[in-house]
């Protein structure tokens, strides 16, 4: 049997006991944070570092594992970190763990509809707003070469406020980019987080942060409220090739967010781009142009946002309130949602 676990990964709700020998694994002391499940196994950079992964059935750890996987290479999707999938016992994307891709062009909502929403270069948008949660992103984008089309864009930054408390985490602008090198910004009511391994504050107990792998991944937990996942990703040389991005060296690398999200407790009233499609009355089709090849999401001035911050959208909820159970009803279970640039940088792409 194949037993070498230096650090296990199990949840009680788990049909899998997970393990890697020779990986860069999130902290073991938060055995959840990665994602919303617990039968994947991260790893990062194996090409430095062949890593032998396991997965062990939680019913009976003690038999030999019933898949094991000797990682050498991630896929050409996400060279630098990628997941074993118990379940299908394959290597994937993070991107790839809810059965889409995030630069696949699909934002696909509660009801099932699938949509785009391109947003605009360079402005804010609202994600969620709820009573007392906010999330907004900042899109940047390049300009389209051909005449009348849209702008390519991409989000750069998510802002964040609950309980009085703000949370920027965002993207440097990168000529190069160098996966090794750390290019992701946070700040918190002002302040830069100095992040090392992990990051928490007095002023807000429930909130932390820890790095996924070395450089370039985090993920931030509000217990009882929140997860999300993001990763700092550039625009390739091949993908404007594919695209026709037609990418130039002012460009830089156009580096950029891909996100999960895993909500705990949001209201029935939650609103915005992302946060409409968890309501019981959304319907896709009165923002959404079914009639397109593949449907957009319209009504961008519905979700615009002064700043990163910014909790003045038309269809904002936000009070700042701290318990909303007494305002209106939770929604039971909330599903989980990935984000990330739509293929030919169709702005946001989400996937639940």
């Not at 029935?268 to 319907?283: E, K, N, P």
Request: proline residues 5%.
């Amino acid at each position: 049997m194949a037993f070498l676990r230096p650090c296990v990964v199990a949840c009680a709700a788990a049909a899998f006991l997970v393990a890697a020998v020779g990986a860069q694994l999130m902290d073991p002391g938060k055995p959840d944070g990665i994602t919303w499940s617990a039968d994947v196994i991260p790893i990062v950079k194996p090409q430095e570092q062949p890593t032998v992964a396991s997965c062990y059935n939680k019913a009976n750890p003690a038999q030999d594992p019933i898949c094991q996987i000797e990682a050498r290479r991630c896929p050409p999707g996400c060279p630098d970190s990628c997941y074993v999938h118990c379940p299908s016992c394959k290597l994937v994307c993070l991107c790839e763990l809810m059965n889409t891709a995030c630069y696949d062009p699909r934002f696909v909502g509660g009801d099932g509809n699938k949509f785009l929403f391109h947003g605009r270069r360079d402005a804010d948008f609202c994600l969620l707003s709820d009573t007392n949660l906010h999330i907004n992103a900042h899109f940047i984008g390049k300009q389209n070469r051909q005449a009348g089309a849209r702008d390519f864009t991409w989000v750069q930054a998510l802002g964040i406020r609950f309980g009085g408390h703000r949370l920027y985490l965002g993207v440097k602008r990168t000529a190069t980019w160098d996966s090794a090198v750390d290019r992701l910004v946070i700040t918190f009511d002002g302040m830069p987080v100095e992040l090392e391994s992990s990051w928490t504050h007095p002023s807000a107990p429930a909130l932390s942060i820890f790095r996924t792998g070395a450089a370039n991944g985090v993920v931030v937990r509000l217990d009882g409220r929140f997860r999300i996942v993001a990763n700092a990703v550039p625009v390739t040389e091949e993908d404007s090739r594919v695209h026709d991005y037609g990418l130039t060296a002012a460009d830089g690398s156009l580096a950029h967010l891909n996100v999960a999200f895993k909500f705990y407790s949001i209201s029935a009233d939650v609103h915005g781009v992302l946060g409409q499609t968890y309501r019981s009355d959304y319907v896709s089709a009165g923002g959404v142009d079914v009639g397109a090849k593949i449907p957009v999401m319209g009504g961008t001035s519905k979700y615009t946002v002064s700043d990163i911050f910014g909790t003045d959208c038309e269809v904002a909820r936000f009070a700042g309130e701290e318990d909303v159970k007494a305002v209106v009803g939770l929604i039971d279970e909330p599903a989980d949602a990935m984000c990330g640039s739509g293929k030919g940088g169709a702005g946001l792409v989400c996937k639940k």
